[in-house]
């Protein structure tokens, strides 16, 4: 089997998985989000574009509930020893051979969680799956109950997450020769995304973001290709990544003399990121976080300018986000634990002057500071 992590590491996250499913008296849970899947199991898909679940019992038993294509996808990539097949046809109800299913395994009447929140769950799923079920059991949202977990990366994710940072440091040694006066965009974006490739790395669960002149002020992937001017100013936004395992980074670098606007923005975003790494520790939380990048961008005046997020979780995910589900934003209750690996990033997008900034990295908690994962630091990036 192509599995990344050892029999061990797979028993110990099922272990975690069903005391916490005992401490919220789940009997089952339905999961539907493809990097609850992985990380649960190892299996490697992107079938979840169609309707699959695995369900696990509060006992540690598993079944795969997939189509015929991913049969072979799951056998190859996964500890899941039971699969089940659920057959194309006009019509078809998914959620039906999921109610038979779950009767042959004992679970009416029961508590069953549920994966609602993800992308492995479509408006039409969610809706067949509760007609289906809501007489045969109780159901329970439950899609923050595997995401919680994984927060905290084990060494062996930890490994991964270094590795898909140093894949992300590679992008940008291949990028920066490429940008000039004249450079093209689309060889950029080439170059970025050879070197992940290259250094063994996979695809990112989404685009890289690449932008110049105006659309350097977007946050977003989109269409279109250009070429750099003399002065200009171009916005990146990667990540490497390693058996699914993403380390993203982001900067926006200009061309030709700065203006006084971008250079006053990238001190903001500077102050801010290294005020931010004094509050990620254990001991504050996610909003914390947010607070302290929202009190100095605002101090500033660029309250209107700013994000209502500056950073969030990483992990392995799968299209089409590579955001974990915990993110920087206010109010946000999230304790900062040793071991996650989380994305800080300041963004700045002045409409009024046409003026981008941003500054990203990915961090990796300890007991006490944060550890940055690039070798680039946080200098301003000009040419």
């Given at each position: 089997m192509a599995l990344h992590f050892s029999d061990d590491e797979f028993a110990e996250r099922l272990a975690r998985l069903t005391a916490a499913m005992k401490e919220e008296k789940l009997d089952a849970l339905l999961i539907f989000a493809q990097e609850s899947m992985y990380w649960l199991t190892g299996y490697d898909t992107f079938g979840y574009c169609f309707f699959q679940t695995l369900v696990v019992k509060a006992d540690g038993s598993m079944v795969l509930l997939t189509r015929s294509a991913d049969l072979r996808q799951a056998r190859h990539t996964s500890n899941i020893e039971r699969i089940e097949i659920w057959v194309d046809r006009v019509n078809a109800d998914p959620t039906m051979d999921l109610k038979t299913l779950l009767s042959e395994l004992d679970l009416l009447g029961c508590r069953i969680g549920v994966e609602y929140d993800t992308h492995g769950m479509t408006g039409r799923i969610a809706r067949l799956?509760?007609?289906q079920l809501?007489?045969?059991?109780k159901l329970v949202d439950a899609s923050l109950?595997?995401?919680?977990?994984?927060?905290?990366?084990?060494p062996a994710e930890i490994a991964h997450v270094e590795r898909a940072a140093a894949l992300a440091d590679d992008a940008l040694d291949a990028a920066l020769p490429l940008i000039g006066p004249g450079g093209s965009e689309a060889?950029?974006?080439?170059?970025?995304?050879?070197?992940?490739?290259?250094?063994g790395g996979d695809y990112p669960a989404n685009e890289f973001i690449i932008g110049s002149g105006a659309d350097a002020l977007l946050c977003r992937y989109k269409a279109g290709r250009r070429r750099l001017d003399a002065e200009d100013q171009l916005t990146l936004e990667w990540a490497g990544v390693s058996a699914h395992y993403h380390a993203a980074m982001m900067r926006t670098i200009v061309i030709g003399p700065p203006t006084n606007r971008h250079r006053?923005?990238?001190?903001?975003?500077?102050?801010?990121?290294?005020?931010?790494?004094?509050v990620l520790r254990p001991g504050n939380t996610f909003g914390t976080v947010f607070d302290v990048h929202a009190r100095i961008m605002d101090d500033r005046g660029l309250a209107r300018h700013r994000l209502n997020a500056c950073g969030y979780s990483l992990g392995a995910r799968f299209s089409p986000s590579w955001m974990e589900q915990q993110m920087f934003h206010l109010g946000n209750p999230q304790e900062i634990l040793p071991d996650m690996s989380l994305f800080v990033h300041m963004i700045i997008m002045d409409s009024d002057t046409g003026?981008?900034?941003?500054?990203g990295q990915t961090y990796l908690t300890t007991d006490a500071a944060p550890r940055p994962l690039s070798r680039f630091g946080l200098d301003f990036i000009e040419v």
């Open positions: 799956l509760d007609n809501s007489s045969f059991g109950l595997v995401g919680r977990l994984r927060l905290i990366k084990s060889a950029i974006l080439a170059a970025m995304q050879g070197a992940v490739f290259a250094g006053e923005l990238y001190s903001a975003c500077r102050e801010t990121i290294l005020a931010v790494e004094k003026t981008a900034m941003s500054l």
